[in-house]
């Protein structure tokens, strides 16, 4: 079945203690990114990836790291994480080109106290 | 910029009451514009992708039609199934795979 799969799909850390967040997808997409979604704000992007050891800034990447060794898969590292990196996040992924939709994975729901 | 605006933020509607929801888009060049379905909890769920103005697409119970300004997703006789957030994002030209997307409109509707 093609799918995107996040790890976890809850997550309650604390402030200050590095994650990382996992995301994998079996349809040999070159595009891959990250959004996360707050109540109010919509689905906003943090980082992007063009293919293998491609990858640019979004809207909001401050605090948030990624990395892209291999075309499935497309990690979300928080260095040292902050409350407001509380959040739901989405990795989503597509063929590069016109009209071809994003495939979203279930979603990280993320809680920094 | 590009922006997407959907309206109503909310929408409310008894089980067989029609009705639309509006996205409006301003972008400099229309690659594609899409409509996604997100339930509670979980990612968004891609419905269809329109092009160019006076396309239309088709799915159950919703329809996507599109203009040069705004798309309009209507719902026919609705079930409470369809009850969701209804999500559009556009892909602008130049070269960009990014999708802007709206804050959504969330739909209810009641047996």
């Known amino acids: 079945e093609a799918q995107v799969t996040q790890n976890p799909r809850y997550l309650i850390t604390v402030t200050g203690k590095k994650l990382t967040v996992t995301c994998s997808q079996n349809?040999?997409?070159?595009?891959m990114s990250w959004y996360r979604q707050d109540p109010g704000l919509g689905l906003r992007q943090i980082y992007y990836s063009m293919n293998v050891e491609v990858t640019d800034k979004g809207d909001v990447p401050e605090g948030y790291k990624v990395s892209r060794k291999e075309k499935r898969n497309f990690p979300l590292i928080l260095e040292s994480p902050s409350p407001n990196q509380t959040s739901l996040y989405f990795c989503?992924?597509?063929?590069?080109?016109?009209?071809?939709?994003?495939?979203f994975g279930n979603g990280t729901r993320l809680t920094v106290t | 910029e590009d922006q997407v605006t959907q309206s109503p933020e909310a929408l409310r509607l008894q089980e067989g009451e029609s009705s639309s929801l509006n996205c409006s888009y301003t972008v400099s060049g229309l690659r594609g514009l899409f409509w996604y379905r997100q339930d509670p909890g979980k990612g968004p769920e891609f419905l269809f992708t329109?092009?160019?103005a006076g396309e239309e697409k088709e799915k159950e119970r919703l329809k996507a039609t599109l203009t040069k300004k705004e798309s309009f997703l209507h719902i026919t006789a609705p079930k409470p199934e369809d009850s969701a957030t209804y999500l559009c994002?556009?892909?602008?030209?130049?070269?960009?795979?990014?999708?802007?997307f709206g804050k959504g409109t969330k739909l209810t509707v009641n047996p």
């Open positions: 329109l092009y160019s």
């Open positions: 989503a992924s597509r063929v590069t080109g016109v009209g071809s939709p994003l495939h």
């Open positions: 994002a556009v892909q602008a030209q130049g070269g960009s795979e990014k999708l802007v």
């Open positions: 349809m040999n997409h070159e595009y």
